[in-house]
């Protein structure tokens, strides 16, 4: 990586979940282009370790761990081994789930289960694991990944949206009770992205549909995200605390 981009993240040491792919991958290669090293980890293995790779040979820091971040200990053991190897976390960034949506006749258990495990589970151990490892002075930061259905009622997503909306008020919680701990807690709701996860929820119909409904007319980009990651974990955001930033196009704006 040769010239450090926008905004300066160099001495950071973030913890990104679910980065082997889609946003959380996105996030990972800004992060690493603005100076940050990184913990690439994901429940896939291979992906994550791809991801370090990539980022490696561009000439950013990288370190890849398989973390189911349903599992506690898988999760703060991977942080532990992180902050061993750099000194410290400075951030966490909440990013895995499980994109799925159906009627809510059909959810199972073992659906409901496993999708709360990983969306409020996850950030909860996330939350620890930074607690864990950063340094009050220097401050720390997490960023969780909530939606726009967290605010809003979208038909056949109820397991989706109670953990986004449970994500939501952890974040809030969060910022109350770790800002006089000089960490912040702050949250990005995605529009319509059509990462590998999300393209399988929606066909080609209905992202057409919505890229014309989306005030700003086009659907999300990994990058718009990233971006904004990439800011609320900067200096510039340094009183940003309990914020729900939409980086959705004015969907939430628009109801
Ligand atoms: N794509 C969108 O339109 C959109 C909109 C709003 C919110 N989001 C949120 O953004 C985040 C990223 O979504 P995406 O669209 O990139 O999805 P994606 O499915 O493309 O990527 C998710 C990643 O999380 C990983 N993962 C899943 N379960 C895991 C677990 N138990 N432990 C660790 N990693 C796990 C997957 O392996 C995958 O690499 C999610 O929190 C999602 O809810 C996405």
Known sequence: MSATAYPDLSGQRVFITGAA??????????LAR????VAVTD?????????????????????????????????????????EACGRIDAVVNNAMLLRYE??????????????????????WGAQALLA??????????????SPVAEKGFPNTAAYSLVKGAI???????????????VRVNAIA??????????????????????????LRRLGREEDNAEACAFLLSSAASFINGEILHVDGGIAAAG
């Open 190 to 215: 995605p529009g319509s992205v059509p990462t590998p996860g999300a393209v399988g929820l929606n066909d080609a119909a209905e992202y057409a549909r919505r890229a014309r409904s989306i005030p």
């Open 168 to 182: 939501v008020t952890l974040t809030k919680v969060l910022a109350a009770e770790l800002g006089p701990r000089n």
């Open 103 to 124: 009627p809510v006749e059909k959810i199972t258990p073992e659906t409901l289960d496993r999708m709360t495990a990983i969306g409020i589970n996850g950030s909860v």
């Open 43 to 83: 429940v896939d293995a291979g992906g994550s370790d791809e991801v370090a790779r990539g980022i490696c040979a561009a000439g950013g820091a990288a370190l890849a761990y398989a973390v189911d971040v349903a599992v506690r200990e898988q999760f703060m053991q991977a942080a532990a081994r992180f902050a």
């Open 133 to 146: 490892h950063y340094d009050a002075e220097r401050g720390g930061a997490i960023v969780n990944m909530a």
């Open 34 to 37: 603005c100076g940050a090293t």
């Open 21 to 30: 792919r889609g946003l959380g991958r996105s996030v990972a290669e800004k």
